[in-house]
Nanobody
């Protein structure tokens, strides 16, 4: 089970940290990612991290502003989002899939519920 939290309302230029708590299974050998879906748009990849070696992966839109990390002891993943823009407004989801080399896809196996991020201008 994946549980996302940390969304909210923030002004443009502000920051938020999202959390994703994993439970019920071990995710060794998995990659865990963050995705977002804005109203009227398709769900898109934002960032991911390998649970085995901590390698990060970012969408171009996240590079330089977002940082993904994990705390294995807590079985938790984070997304630190800085310099937020109104176009970052979306429901953010966390998800997991077996790390088979394919990361920047929405074809993940396990999904948490979303957390809403709203960035006002």
């Amino acid at each position: 089970q994946l549980q996302a939290s940390g969304g909210g309302l923030v002004q443009a230029g502000g920051s938020l940290r999202l959390s994703c708590a994993a439970s019920g299974r071990t995710f060794t050998g998995y990659v865990m990612g963050w995705f977002r879906q804005a109203p009227g748009k398709e769900r898109e990849f934002v960032a991911a991290v390998s649970w085995s070696d901590n390698s990060p992966y970012y969408a171009d839109s996240a590079l330089g502003r977002f940082t993904i990390s994990r705390a294995n002891a807590k079985n938790t993943m984070y997304l630190q989002m800085n310099r937020l823009k109104p176009e970052d407004t979306a429901v953010y989801y966390c998800a997991a899939r077996v790390h088979d080399g394919l990361v920047k896809t929405t074809r993940y196996d396990y999904w948490g519920q979303g957390t809403l991020v709203t960035v006002s201008s």
